[in-house]
């Protein structure tokens, strides 16, 4: 069993910048990818970026060039860096865990993120 716990969400204007963190615990060993989704009442809940294990990265479109997901192997840590943000990345952001193989199947409470315009 993986536990994650995010921080990070706030209420932030347009075109500023927010870092969410996700801390890992547990069973971390066999996690093979890590990710950021998000979602909004009403929508299925998408994808944001992941990281596997080797450090490939995969963003969603909308997040290109403006998100950036890194961690700390150190802190059992994974970041999302979002910068330029604007009202439609307001969402409840999860991180989830793929623990083992490539299915998320660990995941967090969520953090809410709200920009205003």
């Known amino acids: 069993q993986v536990q994650l716990v995010e921080s990070g969400g706030d209420l932030v204007q347009a075109g500023g910048s927010l870092r969410l963190s996700c801390a890992a615990s547990?069973?971390?060993?066999?996690?093979?990818?890590m990710g950021w989704y998000r979602q909004t009442p009403g929508k299925q809940r998408e994808l944001v970026a992941t990281m596997t294990r080797g450090g490939s990265t995969n963003y969603a479109d909308s997040a290109k060039g403006r998100f950036t997901i890194s961690r700390d192997n150190a802190k059992n840590t994974v970041y999302l860096q979002m910068n330029s943000l604007k009202p439609e990345d307001t969402a409840v952001y999860y991180c989830?865990?793929?623990?083992?193989?490539?299915?998320?199947?660990?995941w967090g409470q969520g953090t809410q993120v709200t920009v205003s315009s």
């Open positions: 547990g069973s971390i060993l066999r996690i093979n990818v």
């Open positions: 989830a865990a793929a623990n083992p193989g490539w299915v998320m199947n660990s």
